[in-house]
């Protein structure tokens, strides 16, 4: 698990970067940063939505502080078969078969034989994009 996370600085996150929130990988959507007042730091709100789960979630914390940062992996798989809403992948690599249920936005667009953009974070998989159709 401690291979999953990286530890960054807040100063350089960015909006658009991956944070961890509670324990969950994020895509940081927006920042606001607070002038340092008479007795303490500067404060940032970094506000993110869950990766997997699509939730809002707000980290607050000084600017001079660190965060947890996920490693984030993609890699190409080619669609085997599909089954309702879950597609059986083969990992283009390592040629590894395995199951994930497909999003509702590329819902109906995916099918057999496409090759498909397969996002890791921390233990969990989910379909990102396609890549090419057949």
Do not use: W
């Not at 990766?51 to 996920?70: A, E, M, N, Y």
């Amino acid at each position: 698990m401690s291979d999953d996370i990286l530890h960054k600085s807040m100063k350089e996150i960015k909006v658009g970067s991956f944070v961890i929130v509670d324990g969950i990988p994020c895509k940081v959507v927006d920042i606001e940063t607070s002038s340092p007042g008479k007795h303490g730091s500067a404060k940032m709100r970094v506000t993110a939505i869950g990766i997997f789960d699509g939730q809002k979630k707000t980290l607050l914390k000084p600017s001079s502080g660190d965060v947890d940062v996920p490693l984030i992996n993609k890699r190409k798989a080619q669609v085997v078969s599909i089954n309702g809403n879950m597609a059986q992948l083969m990992d283009s690599e390592s040629f590894e078969i395995y199951d994930l249920q497909i999003p509702d936005e590329l819902s109906g667009k995916v099918g057999a034989g496409a090759e498909i953009e397969v996002m890791e974070a921390m233990g969990r998989k989910m379909i990102s994009r396609i890549l090419s159709n057949q």
